[in-house]
C-alpha cells in the first residue's frame, strides 16, 4: 500500500503510517497562507532564478548546448532539483499544467547533459572532468544526486515524472556501479544522498540503492574525509554513526545525515541505527537546540557549537537546518509513534522555518538569529531578508517544504487516524475522511467532524503539545490523547489546548541567555521588535511576574497575528551605567532601580522582520 | 635624536618620545620571565618552523634554487619577516652573533628572490606572476612588503640590516613607482604597510614612502576592494577613514590600519587623522573590547562585532590583534601623552596577548577566548596552544612584541622622564638613569632609585593605573603622578598601587556576560580553570559580596603565581533544572537555594591551559 503514497516519505514499516500531500487539504491559517504565497510568489520567483542563477545555464554547458563560464557553486545544480521537487509536490497538492511541463522541459535537458554512462553533474563535467569523485570531500556529487533522486521521487509520486526518474536511475545505477559494485569506500562530504537513495529503493524496489544508502552510512567515521578543507568533524566522519553521542559540525550535513540513518533502520530493521540516532537526538534536544527549533549555534562552518552554546544574536539556525530536522523528526516520528517528535516539528515549523521567508512569499532568511542588535550588518547573509542569494540552497528547499506541508499533519495505524498538527482542513485516511475546524494558533480550540468513516471501532489520537499543560486533553505515555469508538458520520469531537501566554526561563548553563526570559504561546514563540516599544529595544526588562495579556491584530504586510502585551520596565538609559577607564567593565553595577514601568508588545517571532530593520529580540533581560 | 632611537616606533613629532629597546634593561618580573623564555624557546623554534613551514624554502624557489612546489598561504613571506624583525631586536635587546647572521643570510636570499624591477612576494613570483599587483583585495603583496619594511627598520636599528634595508627599498621604490608616481589606486586588502611605510621614511627620510603611506589610507573608503570575497567592509573599505565611527571586519586589518593614520598624522600633523582615530578608540573601548584588552567577538571573518557583542566563549582575542593594538596605542600614547592608552597596553600586554604564549615559550594560542566550554574542538585553532600554524601570523608577531618589550616601558618629554609600564629593571634616557624595584604585579610596591641624573630640576611622572582606585599616587587629567624637583644620585621615590582583589561587573548591555562578574586584580584579570576547583566549574558562582583573598604559589609549570581565593558556593547539579519537552527552556526556574558554600580557586588569566586542557571560564555567574 505505501507505494501508493504520494508524498516524500514512505515507508515499508514503522509505528505510523504517512498520507498522501493531496490527502489533506488545508484550507487556512498559517499553513494555509504559506502553501498559497509559496505558489503564488515563492514558486514562480525559484522558477525565474533557475535561468538567472545560472542553474539551467550550467546545465546546458554540461549537454553541450550554451555558451560562457560555469556560473556559482559546485552544488549549483542541486538548487533545480530542490525546485522540481518544489514543483511536483505543488502539482500533486493543486495540479496545474505549467508544472509538469517545467518537470518535463527541465528532465529533457538533464537527460541531453547527462553523460551516457549515468553520471550528472554540470562543474564536474564543465570545469573539472578529470577529477570527477576524486574530490569526494567537498564535491557535493552525490550530495547533487540525492537531490535529483528526491525530485524525481516526487515528480514520479505526482504523476509527471517519467523522464525524471529514467535519468535519475541512470545516474543512482552509476553510483551502485562505483561505490558498491566496484567496491570504492568513498563518501560523500555532504550526506543527503543516504536518504535519497533510500526513498528511490522505495520507489523502485531496486534494493542496490538501498544497500549503497546503508554502505554510504557504514563508511562515515572511517576516516575517509580528508582533514583539508573543514575537516572529518564538519562532515560527521569523525566518529562512526553508531558510535557518535552528539551533533557535531555542519548542522544541516548532521541533520541529513540522521534522515538517512532512520531511513536505512526503516527497511533493513537494523536496531542500532535507530538507537544511536535517537541517542543523539536526545542529546541535540537537551543542549544544542535553540527555543525556535533552530539548530547550528555558529556562523563558522555554519555548524553546531558545544553543548549549552546557543547564543541569541550570532544563531546560525540555518533555513535548511530547520527542514533537514522536521525530514529527521517526521522519520521518527513514523518510526516509533512518539509525540515528543511530533512536538518539535510543530516548533520547527512555527518558528524557526516559518521565519525563514516574508510574509509575501517573496524574501528569505538563510540566517534565523534570535536577536538583531544593530542596523549594520556585515554579512550578506544577515539583516534584512533576500530574494535570493549566492548560495541559494534555502529558497527552493523552503518551497518544496512548504508544497509538502500536508504530508506532515496526519498518519495511519491499524488502530486510526492521528492528528500530529492542528489545521483548518479535511483529511482523507482509506474510508475515514475527517473535517478539521480551528483558528490555530491564535485560538485552542479545536473541532474534529468524521464526515466519511468505516465500520466498527476506531481510534482518533490527537496529539497533545508538551506546553499544553492544562487543555481538555489527556495525553498517554507517547504524548496523544486517543478516543476509541465505533464512529457515526457527523460525530464531532471538540476540545481546547491551552494557548495561555508563557513566560520561558533558560536553563541556568546556557550562559548566553543568563538572566532572560522569553515569551511563548501555543507553539509560538514570540519576540519584541524595536516599531513596537517606546524607547529604545535594548533598555527593556521583563520582571518574573510579567503580566502578559494578548491583543487580536493585524500586521501590515503580514497578515493575521496576535500580539502579546507585557507589563515590563524601561531601565535608566545606559549612559548611567557606570564604566571603567571607558571600559563596560566596572566594580559597581548598574542602578537599576530608577526604572519606569511600561508596556512592551510582542510579535510572533516568524513575523518578524516584515515591516522594518530594526533590533530584535527573543530573549529580553529579566529585572 | 630621534633617528637614533633603536625601536620599531620613533615619530618625528608627539608629545612624547620613545626610548631605545636596550636604553631598558628588564630584570624580572612576568616582562623578564617571557623576554628569557622567547629567547631560549621561541625564537629558535620560529627560525627553525621558517624552513618547515615553507617560508623560506618558497623564496629559494622565487630565486630559483629550490625545486617542489609553493607550500602555505599567499602571505607566507611575512612569516619570515616577522621572524626577522623578532631576530634584530632581540639582538639590539642582547647581541648574539647568530642574530646578524640569521639576518645576513636570510637578506641574501631576498636578494636573490627579489626581481631586478625590485617586487618580492614568493607566492606571486611563483605560482602567478601574471596576476602581480591585479589580485590587491586579497593578494596581502602590500602586507608582506609592510613586514618586510618593518623588519628592515629593526634589523638597521639594531647594527645588522643593511642588506636587508637595501631590499626594502628596492621594494619601497618598487611600490613608489606603481602606486605613486604612475598613479595605480589600488589598495591592500590588508592594510599594514601604511605604518611600515611611514617607519621607513622616518629611517631614510624618503619622502614618497610617507607620501604613498598618505594615499594609500585616504583611498581607502573608495570602494577599491571587490565585493567578492569578504567584502569591502571586511577589509575596512566601506567608508573613508575620516567618516568611519567604529571598528569593522578584521580586527587586525582594522588595528594596523589605526597605526598607519596615527604615523601619518605624527609625520603631516593632519589633525583630522589623529582625531578620527581617537574617535574609533572611543567607541572601541566602550563597545568592543573585551576584559583581556582582547578584539574580535567573531571567528566568522576573524572580525569585530556589533556594539556589545562580547561573547566569552566564541570571543576571538586574536594575538595579533593583541599585538596591533599595543602598537596603535602606543603610538596614541606618544601622539597625546594621554595615559588611558598606556592603560589599554598594560591591560592588553597582561592578559590578551601574554596568554597567548605557554610558560615556557613553546605553544602559542591563535585564539584568545575568556571560557573553554567542553574537552571537544572541532578548530584546530582552538583548544590547546599549539607549537604552530598553518597560518602562522601569531608566534612570530608575538616573539618580535616580546624581543622589543623595552621600547614600551618608558618615554622622554621637555619635562622630564615618564614611566607607563612598570617592570624591575633599569631606564637610561640621556643623562638620566633610573632603577626600578618592583615584584610588580604580584605586589604593588614600586621603589624608583635616581642612579644618573643632569643638574636641575625635572619631573618623573608615573602612570597611575585607572584601577589603582586607593594608592598613593594623585593623577592629573593624563593619568599620571608628576614628581619635579632637583633629583640628586640615590634619591628614591617609592610608592604603592592598589592591588586589592576587584570583583568587576559588565555593563548591562553586554548580553553575553548578563548576571557575571569576573575578577581583576592589578593589570591582571583572572579565571578559573577546572583543575583547580571541587565539583564542576560550571556549577560554580559567586556572590555580589564575595570574599576574595590572594594566595603566594608557584604553579607548576608557569612559575611564580597569586592565587585568588573566592568564597563561592556550589548550585545544585544540572539535572536538577527543569526541562519542557526534553528542551533546556522551562517556566520554572531551577531552584538554586540549595546551594553549597566552596573556596574557588583562581589563577590569572595569561596562565591559564599550562596543566591540563579542562575548563576555563573568565566570566561567572553571580548568585
Known amino acids: 500500500m505505501s507505494g501508493f503514497v504520494r508524498g516524500p516519505f514512505v515507508p515499508s514499516t514503522g509505528a505510523q503510517r504517512p498520507l498522501s500531500i493531496d490527502d489533506v487539504e488545508i484550507h487556512g491559517g498559517p499553513f494555509g497562507r504559506w502553501q498559497r504565497v509559496n505558489r503564488e510568489h515563492s514558486i514562480p520567483l525559484g522558477i525565474e532564478q533557475m535561468e538567472r542563477s545560472g542553474a539551467v545555464p550550467n546545465l546546458r554547458l554540461a549537454a553541450g548546448e550554451g555558451s560562457g563560464a560555469f556560473r556559482g557553486f559546485r552544488f549549483q545544480d542541486s538548487d533545480l532539483y530542490k525546485q522540481l521537487e518544489a514543483v511536483a509536490w505543488e502539482h500533486c497538492r493543486l495540479p496545474d499544467d505549467a508544472y509538469p ?56 509520486r505526482a504523476g509527471c515524472g517519467e523522464e525524471l526518474l529514467a535519468v535519475a536511475r541512470r545516474f543512482a545505477d552509476h553510483l551502485v556501479r562505483r561505490f558498491l559494485v566496484e567496491g570504492d569506500d568513498g563518501i560523500d562530504g555532504h550526506p543527503e544522498v543516504e536518504t535519497a537513495l533510500v526513498e528511490l529503493y522505495r520507489l523502485t524496489r531496486e534494493r542496490s540503492y538501498l544497500e549503497l544508502a546503508g554502505k554510504l552510512i557504514d563508511n562515515r567515521g ?39 540513518i532512520v531511513d536505512v533502520y526503516l527497511e533493513t530493521g537494523d536496531e542500532s541505527l535507530l538507537e544511536c540516532s535517537v541517542r543523539r537526538w536526545e542529546d541535540l534536544v537537551a543542549y544544542k537546540t535553540a527555543i525556535t527549533g533552530g539548530h547550528g549555534s555558529r556562523h563558522d562552518g555554519e555548524a553546531f557549537g558545544e553543548r549549552y552554546e546557543l547564543p541569541p544574536d550570532r544563531a546560525y539556525n540555518e533555513s535548511c537546518a530547520a527542514i533537514a530536522s522536521i525530514h529527521w523528526n517526521w522519520r521518527l516520528l513514523l518510526a516509533t509513534g512518539h ?63 512548504v508544497s509538502s506541508l500536508g504530508h506532515y499533519v496526519a498518519t495511519t495505524d491499524d488502530e486510526g487516524l492521528s492528528v500530529h498538527q492542528y489545521v ?35 481510534t482518533l489520537k490527537l ?83 510579567t503580566w502578559l495579556r494578548t491583543v487580536e491584530h493585524d500586521l501590515p504586510g503580514a497578515g493575521r497575528t496576535v500580539l502579546i502585551e507585557a507589563d515590563a520596565v524601561r531601565l535608566p538609559s545606559a549612559s548611567a551605567v557606570p564604566v571603567f577607564g571607558g571600559l563596560p567593565y566596572a566594580t559597581a553595577s548598574a542602578d537599576l532601580q530608577d526604572h519606569t514601568p511600561v508596556t512592551a508588545t510582542a510579535v510572533p517571532y516568524y513575523q518578524w522582520d516584515n515591516r522594518d530593520g530594526g533590533l530584535m529580540r527573543v530573549w529580553t533581560p529579566l529585572m
Open 463 to 545: 496529539r497533545v503539545p508538551a506546553w499544553s499543560a492544562s487543555g481538555d486533553l489527556t495525553p498517554d505515555a507517547n504524548g496523544y490523547a486517543s478516543i476509541r469508538r465505533a464512529w457515526e458520520p457527523g460525530d464531532t469531537y471538540t476540545f481546547d489546548l491551552d494557548l495561555t501566554p508563557r513566560l520561558v526561563l533558560p536553563h541556568r548553563k546556557i550562559d548566553a541567555l543568563r538572566g532572560c526570559a522569553a515569551i511563548e504561546r501555543g507553539p509560538l514563540v514570540y519576540c519584541f521588535e524595536q516599531i513596537d516599544q517606546d524607547g529604545d529595544l535594548d533598555d527593556l526588562a521583563l520582571t518574573p511576574d
Open 101 to 156: 511541463a517545467f518537470v518535463a522541459e527541465s528532465a529533457a535537458l538533464l537527460a541531453r547533459a547527462q553523460r551516457p554512462d549515468g553520471y550528472l553533474n554540470s562543474h564536474y563535467q564543465v570545469t573539472k572532468p578529470d577529477l570527477i569523485y576524486q574530490e569526494l570531500d567537498y564535491s557535493h556529487e552525490m550530495y547533487c544526486a540525492g537531490h535529483l533522486f528526491q525530485a524525481a521521487v516526487a515528480a514520479t
Open 424 to 458: 483548518p482542513g479535511t483529511i482523507r485516511a482509506g474510508a475515514i475522511t475527517l473535517d478539521v475546524e480551528t483558528d490555530y494558533p491564535w485560538d485552542g480550540r479545536v473541532r474534529v467532524t468524521v464526515r466519511d468513516t468505516p465500520g466498527g471501532e476506531w
Open 339 to 401: 509525540g515528543r517528535y511530533a512536538d518539535l516539528i510543530e516548533r520547527t515549523l512555527y518558528n524557526a522555518f516559518a521565519a525563514s521567508t516574508s510574509a509575501d512569499g517573496t524574501r528569505f532568511f538563510y540566517v534565523n538569529p534570535l536577536q538583531r542588535r544593530a542596523d549594520l550588518f556585515e554579512d550578506a547573509y544577515l539583516g534584512r531578508r533576500r530574494e535570493w542569494f549566492a548560495c541559494a540552497c534555502c529558497p527552493p528547499n523552503i518551497m518544496r517544504l
Open 222 to 260: 572511517k576516516g575517509l574525509i580528508a582533514e583539508r578543507g573543514m575537516g572529518p568533524l564538519y562532515a560527521q566522519d569523525h566518529l562512526p554513526v553508531r558510535e557518535a553521542d552528539t551533533a557535531v559540525g555542519h548542522a544541516v550535513r548532521q541533520l541529513y545525515l540522521e534522515a538517512g
